[in-house]
């Protein structure tokens, strides 16, 4: 089945089954100081999961842009991206296990057409340390979908030495049937939220060529063992425990939250050696294979680490937030995967032009009926491109030498690793992998010393990962959530009615506001906003939330950059009442009820954030 197909069957099969289908949204997260991408549907939905009213009912569905930092270095095992888009459905204390485990195994026998013989189920094993009981539910609900098809389902413990032993249903312990954003639950933060799952794996078969070198050739198979044999496809969390000080409590709902893999289920069911040789990726490859005058057997890890890092930087890019590679944050990210992909591009031999505008050319042809964002910012994104590798290109020849003199030596100093970033613009982490593949070390610490010295690589080291922190700030960000809508309504007031928003990011310390501008703000300028937004809260003004249909919204000139997120039924939250009102905006929330509790509101700085936008990050007293 063509991917476009399977994405298409996925919604509507869902939406038969009562749910909403939603937009995906942005790959940036809004007011989510935990993480710089959205790296699962689930994110954007966290707040509904601990209780907030969704909109659009208690069943959502839709297919959402996703990206995993921490997957670069996986790319190349052909099964790995670092961007994929999750098909996701959620019950918002709706539905349970019964019905979402007889869905999903129904969308993929009797929808996609996945042979059931190849499909084999992990649960919950049970985990002392935090009392939740193993899953025997999940089991005798999955037992009666095998035998729906024909299969006597056999429920064995995981176990490495005995491999499968005949099962088809294997309970794990926590470290791979427990799911949070943050991972297992030691590593969760107070008020985060997890549950056990059941994850959905497909067997491609044993292909002794093809794991002649893998590791685990001589032993026995699991489905979790990774010898590439078994796929996981989707993943059944069944969110309903929330950590506390006191342990682990249940939430005030049962929630369901799947997400699968397009890209894997896509392979499955066009049963391809690798995700890169998928409908999804076939004319980027073609172009590759064009521009090196190879094949893609001839050196598959270049071509899909090429693939995978074009994908990703096209769709950050294309996400109307305006990211364009710097050293700083999601910027960092996006020109550590341009560059990386610049040196994989080299040692193909690819030497045309701006050759990466011209894959990014393919990746928008291929998309832009689905995702319209990357073909509105095109032009955005060709630029950033084409001045990125201008730039590099420039100095990645005399840096690979400079790092060739260098390979004498056992162990790379950090002084020199710092000097190949600051002249030659290396990332550290391309540089790592270079002395990774000679054998070599680097010296990270005296590194890091000379990059504190320099003050210049202010990157974000633990990018992608979960900070924590969420649900212990969640009061102050709330606060801070809410003085982002002022700080909307004051620019506007001041600077031009049809300011708008560029995107913000809220810790709990302050909060960050990019809004579209060309020019610097005047003192005056950033008084003025101050003191409107100072003024609101001392009026201590009510903040109100309306749900109403999108026209509607828009028909009141409601601001927001969510415009599409929820379909048709949006939250409009509006500040102050009547004639008081000062704000309405699209939002999903939270927010304060009285501005009166917010503090004293302070801009610390504004500056330019990238070309048309500037930015502004205040703070709460
Ligand atoms: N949140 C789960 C995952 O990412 C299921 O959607 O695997």
Redesign the pocket.
């Known amino acids: 089945m063509q991917s476009s197909e399977l994405r298409q069957k996925y919604l509507d099969f869902f939406k038969k089954q009562g749910h909403a289908i939603i937009p995906s949204a942005s790959l940036i997260p809004e007011n989510d100081s935990t993480t710089l991408f959205t790296?699962?549907?689930?994110q954007p939905m966290v707040p509904y999961l601990m209780g907030e009213k969704h909109p659009l009912g208690t069943r959502i569905c839709d297919s959402q842009k996703s990206f995993r930092v921490v997957d670069i270095e996986e790319v190349g095992d052909g099964r790995h991206g670092t961007f994929f888009e999750?098909l996701?459905n959620w019950s918002l204390g709706d539905y349970f296990k019964k019905e979402q485990l007889h869905w999903i195994y129904s969308f993929l026998v009797e929808e996609v057409g996945l042979n059931v013989n190849n499909l084999y189920a992990t649960v919950f094993r049970g985990e002392e340390s935090i009392k939740v009981t193993k899953d025997s539910e999940s089991v005798d609900i999955l037992k009666d979908i095998f035998k729906k098809y024909g299969i006597d389902a056999k429920d064995v413990n995981f176990s490495e030495k005995d491999g499968m032993q005949g099962g088809r249903i294997f309970y794990y312990p926590v470290e791979k049937n427990w799911?949070s954003?943050s991972g297992i639950p030691a590593k969760m933060p107070i008020g985060e939220i997890g549950g056990p799952?059941s994850e959905i794996f497909y067997d491609f078969g044993v292909d002794l060529k093809k794991h002649d070198n893998s590791e685990w050739k001589d032993l026995p198979c699991h489905i979790n063992c990774d010898c590439g044999r078994f796929i996981e496809i989707g993943?059944?969390?069944f969110m309903e425990y929330k950590k506390t000080e006191n342990g682990f409590e249940k939430l005030t709902q049962q929630n369901v939250?799947?997400?699968?893999g397009l890209e894997r289920i896509t392979m499955a069911s066009q049963n391809t050696e690798d995700v890169f040789q998928t409908d999804l990726y076939l004319n980027i490859i073609k172009k590759i294979e064009e521009l090196s005058n190879k094949k893609y057997s001839d050196d598959k890890k270049s071509f899909q680490i090429i693939a995978d890092h074009l994908k990703a930087v096209t769709f950050i890019m294309g996400d109307n937030r305006g990211i364009t590679p710097s050293n700083l944050g999601q910027g960092y990210i996006v020109r550590r995967l341009i560059r990386r992909a610049i040196r994989f591009g080299k040692q193909l031999g690819i030497n045309e032009y701006l050759w990466q505008t011209k894959l990014a050319e393919i990746i928008i042809s291929d998309y832009k009926d689905i995702y319209v964002e990357i073909q509105n910012n095109k032009d955005f994104i060709m630029d950033c491109l084409s001045a990125e590798e201008i730039k590099f290109e420039n100095t990645i020849e005399k840096g690979l030498k400079e790092f060739s003199s260098l390979s004498s030596q056992n162990i790379i100093s950090g002084k020199d690793a710092f000097l190949l970033y600051q002249t030659y613009g290396f990332p550290i982490e391309m540089t790592e992998e270079l002395a990774f593949e000679k054998g070599l070390k680097i010296d990270m610490e005296e590194f890091k010393k000379e990059s504190e010295k320099h003050q210049e690589l202010s990157r974000t080291a633990s990018a992608g990962t979960f900070k924590g922190g969420l649900a212990d700030a969640s009061e102050q960000t709330t606060k801070l959530h809410t003085s982002a809508h002022l700080m909307l309504a004051g620019l506007r007031k001041f600077l031009q009615d049809s300011v708008s928003q560029k995107g913000s990011n809220i810790t709990s310390e302050r909060v960050r506001f990019d809004f579209a501008w060309k020019d610097k703000l005047t003192q005056d300028q950033l008084k003025q906003v101050e003191d409107f937004v100072n003024e609101a809260i001392l009026k201590d003004l009510p903040v109100i939330c309306k749900e109403m249909t999108l026209d509607d919204a828009k028909e009141i000139n409601a601001t927001g950059v969510f415009e599409h997120k929820y379909g048709e039924r949006v939250k409009v939250y509006f500040i102050g009442e009547g004639e008081q009102n000062i704000s309405k905006e699209i939002c999903g929330g939270p927010h304060v009820e009285h501005t009166g509790t917010m503090g004293k509101f302070k801009i610390i700085k504004e500056e330019s954030s990238s070309a048309g936008v500037r930015r502004i990050k205040a703070i709460l007293q």
């Open positions: 790296s699962s549907g689930m999750m996701g799911w954003r799952d993943n059944s969390v939250d799947f997400g699968g």
